[in-house]
Structure formats: structure tokens, C-alpha cells
């Protein structure tokens, strides 16, 4: 770069950053750090250089971001979002999926809940529940979605009621 009184713009995505209070800028403005990181600085950064009589842009830098897990879903195979009570009949299996919006990609834990404890029944991101292998009608399950990177978990709690509702696929019932 040739001249002086060099002016320096952080630029996002190739559009100039704007200004928010998890950002510091030093003095001159050559130098910018993310206090808070959020999803929402993820992108492509890159500082333009410029004087009265040139202008340089540098290579893009990509920071890789942590976060989550948000917006923790329970669904069933049938297509149906788990809500707090699902109902199912009578020798009926079904599948459950956990997922949440998270990087690295979450850890999952099934949990069974029952008398005042507690059982973890598997790991991953599904679990197969079979009707005909449960004592009980009622049986409370929990997913707990955990990101060992950032230390975050979520978890999503709902109930199972196994009865003869004389149909082949289970209902949800959000209260």
C-alpha cells in the first residue's frame, strides 16, 4: 500500500461490520475482537485497508464457532413432534429422535424416570421404544442434549401413555 494515514474497515461477508457491544475495536481501528461469541458471527472476515491513495483488502478469515444446543426437538418415526404426553398403542414400537441446532453436534442421553429415580437408558441420537417391554402404562422419558465444547445442555422432558386406542399410529397431544 502506497501513501499514509492508513484507515482500516473490518468487513463481514464482504459487507462492512457493523458496530454492536460484543465488539472492541482498537484505537485505530486495526484490530477487532468478538467478546460474546454468538451463531451470529459466524462468517468470512476480512479487513480493507485504505489511504487517499490505495486501497487493499486482506485474505478472508473463517473462525470456527461453538454453540448450542438450541432448540432441542423430539420427533417420532410416525412424523410426529413429540409433545409433553404421546400415546401409543398397545404392542405398538416407536422411534424417537433428539436433535438440536449445535456446533460440534450435541451428545444425546435418553432418560427414564420412574418412583423418584432416574435411568439412563441409551446414548445417541435415537431411541426405540417398544410397548410390549415396558411394566407400566405411564413412563416419563427426558432427552438431554449436551455440546461438550461449549458446556451447554437442553433438555426436553415428555411422557408415554400405552393404551388401546384401536388405530395403528400414536397420537400427540400438546396441553
Partial sequence: MKGTRVMYEWLKNGSPLQDRSGYIFSPNNATFTIVSVTKGDIGNYSCLARNFVSE?????????????????????DKGLKVGEVFTIDIGESVRFDCSADSNPPNT??????????????????????????????????????????????????????ITPIGRKSPRSFHP
Fill in 56 to 76: 487493499v483488502e486482506s485474505d478472508v478469515i473463517t473462525p470456527t464457532i461453538y454453540y448450542g444446543p438450541y432448540g432441542l426437538r423430539v420427533i417420532s
Fill in 108 to 161: 444425546c442421553a435418553w432418560i427414564q424416570r420412574s418412583n423418584n429415580s432416574t435411568e439412563i437408558i441409551n446414548y445417541g441420537p435415537y431411541f426405540k421404544f417398544l410397548s410390549d417391554k415396558v411394566r407400566q402404562k405411564t413412563v416419563d422419558y427426558l432427552c438431554r442434549a449436551y455440546n461438550n465444547i461449549t458446556g451447554r445442555g437442553e433438555e426436553m422432558q415428555f411422557t408415554v401413555i
